[in-house]
């Protein structure tokens, strides 16, 4: 089974766009608290809101639960 890795993904792609948090939810309308406990892993996003949130990263879902964006092994 491939390892969750949404948390340090989501982390990863607001620090390379340099985006914050609140301008991560005006893209997703997703709200502000609810992207903060997803980069601290508090809580994992529900399928619609992976893809919302891929949509603003212009990837796939896959990509953004499972990818190895930070280039860790």
Known sequence: MRELKVAENIT????????????LSEKTGIHRNQIWYYKRG??????YSAG?????FNMTIDELCFGNLDGKK
């Open 42 to 47: 508090k809580s994992e996003p529900s399928i």
């Open 12 to 23: 990863t792609l607001c620090n390379k766009h340099n985006m914050s948090v609140v301008e």
């Open 52 to 56: 919302r949130i891929a949509d603003v």
